[in-house]
């Protein structure tokens, strides 16, 4: 693993000792963390599709999926949004409230992942999801959705489903 220690051997001293990185668990954690970016672009591309695609609450069908464009104010699948709670007509919170999380959330993944190397791939797949629509919140202030699931009759998008 000569590749891993020395992508280590770059990494500051103080951010190794706070991931307990080591040569062994810092490929681990470079996947995690590739994979997240990955995942994050992946559900940016096909957010900015779906909104260049079809207006907003659009309607339509693609293969076996049934879209609809959606800007979710809530949480993933625009649960609370509803109730008044998150979002909608209710309080809308500060962007700050989703990134604060974030930090602390990836700081812990990151660890998990670099004390056991083996969880690189649903780690890095879970803060692909966390990013894909945290980020989105920051910036846009909602989440775009454009997968419309009949059963709960609410949509989602690539992020809500690496959240799952």
Known sequence: MAGATEFAAGVP???RETLGMSGRTTAAWKRALALAVFVCSLDFATKALAA???GLGVRDH???VSILHMQNPGISLGLFSHFGLIGGNGVQLPAYIYAVP???VTRWLLQAAARAPR???PIGILLGGVFGNVLEMLYHGYATDFIYIVSIEGTANLADFALI
């Open 52 to 54: 260049a695609s079809y």
């Open 13 to 15: 001293e103080a951010v």
């Open 119 to 121: 969880l690189w791939l």
């Open 62 to 64: 693609f293969l076996f």
């Open 102 to 104: 974030l930090i602390f």
